[in-house]
């Protein structure tokens, strides 16, 4: 799991801080971001954002990875903004947008997955009323991040098969196979979870 | 109305479907003349899961894969992840795959066996494209802090792109009904997805 997640480990406050904490504290700064409509105050809170890498002793580096797959995005917006309703706008979308995805971003290399499943299944309790199991979340979970390595494999034996077969890589031809061994595999993974009693 | 072993199948299906998105999202993004926002097969994938699954488990498998990414797998397409990614000026239409997944399923099941390629095609279409869009436009002129006709022309640049996927989805999901023909309810008045599998 941790060669999959963003986690990256470090001897912080930020990443002692329980993940219910940051997680709340990320919903208040996206909810506060609104608030913020002056040039300055986006560009202080940037620089807050920057401050809380350096204090989970994050490089510049990791901030920038994180950054850089809204990055083309946000120039594109920052230009429109700026022909449209002037700079002192677009520093205020791009700053707000540009420091809320940093500081989710710092949420997820701060938290190992582990205790965020864990929060997700203690914050699924209230939902049993509505037919959710926690339990079965937690379940679910780590099922799910298992699967994916699974149906990766499928993904590469049916393109094995299409290139043994001498067939073009065709979409539909790749797909087809794919789905239908995908539910073969559900099938499997159901059944074996019945026989080890989980359906209780 | 469910007996606990269809729910546990359902289950099953909820986390492998979600884990085939994923998958779909490891097909390398293009991004035609430099736009910004990267076209994948992920879409495609929701437009199918939809189509195959029908709403209930649909919807639960393509949420469970926003989950997966919220909890910080690279699991989106071009190896994204986290929670920065919903705070993103696309984040509306992440948020509005599940819906898509949910109509496009429930139209499908809702006309039940067999499935017909033209119905299909319209269903991927209305929940694919314009259910989709719905969610997507508005947030996207939300959080970009551009005006609706202006995130709208922005976003018919994919028209095309999606147009083609549903097509491609539609044609798979009338394969995948014909190779297992135990997943659509016959057709009678029914209410809902489950299906003894």
């Known amino acids: ?61 990791c901030l920038a990875v994180q950054l850089r797959a809204v990055a083309l995005l946000v120039a594109a917006i920052g230009v429109l903004q700026i022909v449209v309703a002037g700079w002192e706008r677009a520093v205020v979308t791009c700053g707000n947008l540009l420091a809320l995805v940093a500081l989710a971003a710092l949420v997820s290399l701060t938290t190992r997955t582990d205790d965020l499943i864990e929060v997700v299944v203690r914050g699924s309790g209230p939902l049993r009323r509505f037919g959710v199991e926690p339990e079965r979340v937690g379940l679910l979970v780590s099922l799910g991040i298992r699967s994916v390595p699974v149906v990766a494999r499928l993904a590469g034996e049916v393109r094995d098969a299409q290139l043994a077969r001498g067939a073009a890589t065709r979409p539909v031809a ?24 989980v359906d209780d | 109305m469910h007996t606990s072993s269809n729910r546990t199948r359902d289950l099953a299906l909820t986390a492998t479907f979600a884990a085939f998105i994923a998958v779909l999202g490891l097909v390398p ?6 736009f910004p926002v990267p076209i994948t097969l992920q879409s495609l994938g929701v437009m199918v899961v939809g189509a195959v699954l029908g709403p209930r488990r649909a919807a639960a498998a393509v949420l469970f894969f926003l989950l997966l990414v919220a909890l910080g797998l690279p699991l989106l397409a071009g190896g994204r992840g986290g929670l920065g990614v919903f705070a993103g000026p696309s984040a509306g239409y992440l948020l509005g795959f599940p819906v898509a997944a949910a109509v496009i399923g429930a139209l499908v099941y809702r006309r039940g066996a067999p499935y017909q390629l033209g119905h299909g095609l319209v269903a991927t279409v209305i929940g694919g494209i314009i259910a989709l869009y719905a969610i997507g436009v508005p947030v996207t002129a939300w959080r970009a802090g551009i005006s609706l006709p202006a995130a709208m022309s922005g976003s018919a640049l994919f028209l095309v792109g999606d147009l083609a996927k549903a097509v491609l989805a539609a044609v798979v999901a009338g394969a995948v009904h014909r190779a297992d023909p135990r997943l659509l309810p016959s057709r009678a008045p029914v209410d809902t997805s489950a299906v003894p599998v």
Do not use: N
């Open chain 2, 29 to 34: 993004a293009f991004s035609p003349f430099g």
């Open chain 1, 1 to 61: 799991m941790t060669v999959l997640a963003t986690y990256v480990p470090r001897d912080s406050p930020v990443h002692r801080l329980p993940a219910g904490v940051k997680l709340t504290g990320l919903v208040l700064a996206g909810l506060g971001t609104v608030l913020l409509g002056r040039w300055w105050q986006s560009l202080l809170l940037l620089a807050c954002v920057a401050g809380l890498y350096g204090v989970a002793r994050l490089t510049w580096r």
């Open chain 1, 174 to 197: 790749f797909l087809v196979p794919l789905v239908v061994r995908s539910l073969r595999h559900a099938d499997r993974v159901g059944e074996a979870l019945i026989a080890r009693g």
